[in-house]
C-alpha cells in the first residue's frame, strides 16, 4: 500500500523558517517524481515544487521561487521542502503527491494527508 | 504559464442528475489532463487521467473528453458521494496547473 506521510508544519511568524517533510513507502520511491502542492484555507490547490527522480529536474512555480527549496533523499524515502522567508499567503495545507516517471507524462496518483503551516505574527 | 480555467464554480444539482464541469487551457496541452476530486478536510483523490482514462476503482458513471485547450468531466447520475469539490489539472508543462475547482452542491 503507497503511504505517504507529511511532518514539520506548524505555526511560524512572518520572515521564519520551516522545513517540511514527507516519509514515503508502498513503492518504488527512488524511481519516481515527487511533488508538493498547497491548499490556503478555503482556496483551490496550487502546485508548488516538482523533483525528478535523480533530483536532476527541479521545478518551483513563481510565488516561491528563491524562496523555498525541494530536496529528496533516496536512501531514507523521504521528500523535503525548505521554506525560508515565510510570509502570510504561504499559510496552508502541504501536501506531498507521487507522480510516476514512466514514458510520457503522468498526473499526481498519491497524496499524503497533508501538513498545516501557518504563517502568523 | 499554462493556466487552467474552469466552469462553473459551483453546480447545484440534485441526486440522480447528470452534470458536466468545462476546463479551459490557455495553450494547448494536447491529452495530458487529469480531474480530482476533494472532499472537505481530505486530499484530493485522482478521477481520470489523459483526459479519459478512468482511475482503478473509480465509478464508471465517471466520464472524461477533449484534447487540445478544452476539456470536460461528466457525472452521467449524480450519487450522494459525489457532492464534492473537483478540480481539472494539466501536466503536459512543469508547472501543473491546476483549475481554481467546481464545487458540485446538493439542490
Known amino acids: 500500500e503507497v503511504q505517504l506521510v507529511e511532518s514539520g508544519g506548524g505555526l511560524v511568524k512572518p520572515g521564519e523558517s520551516l522545513r517540511l517533510s514527507c516519509a514515503a513507502s508502498?513503492?518504488?520511491?527512488?524511481?519516481?517524481?515527487m511533488n508538493w502542492v498547497r491548499q490556503a484555507p478555503g482556496k483551490g490547490l496550487e502546485w508548488v515544487a516538482s523533483i525528478t527522480s535523480n533530483s536532476h529536474s527541479i521545478y518551483y512555480a513563481d510565488s516561491v521561487k528563491g524562496r523555498f527549496t525541494i530536496s529528496r533523499d533516496n536512501a531514507k524515502n523521504s521528500l523535503y521542502l525548505q521554506m525560508n522567508s515565510l510570509r502570510a499567503e504561504d499559510t496552508a495545507v502541504y501536501y506531498c503527491s507521487r507522480q510516476f516517471a514512466g514514458v510520457g507524462e503522468f498526473p499526481l496518483d498519491y497524496w499524503g494527508q497533508g501538513t498545516l503551516v501557518t504563517v502568523s505574527s | 504559464d499554462i493556466q487552467m480555467t474552469q466552469s462553473p464554480s459551483t453546480l447545484s444539482a440534485s441526486v440522480g442528475d447528470r452534470v458536466s464541469i468545462t476546463c479551459r487551457a490557455s495553450q494547448s496541452i494536447s491529452s495530458w489532463l487529469a480531474w480530482y476530486q476533494q472532499k472537505p478536510g481530505k486530499a484530493p483523490k485522482l478521477l481520470i487521467y489523459?483526459?479519459?482514462s478512468l482511475e482503478s476503482g473509480v465509478p464508471s458513471r465517471f466520464s472524461g473528453s477533449g484534447s487540445g485547450t478544452e476539456f470536460t468531466l461528466t457525472i452521467s447520475s449524480l450519487q450522494p458521494d459525489d457532492f464534492a469539490t473537483y478540480y481539472c489539472q494539466q501536466y503536459n508543462s512543469y508547472s501543473k496547473t491546476f483549475g481554481q475547482g467546481t464545487k458540485v452542491e446538493i439542490k
Open positions: 508502498g513503492f518504488t520511491f527512488s524511481r519516481d517524481t
Open positions: 489523459k483526459t479519459f
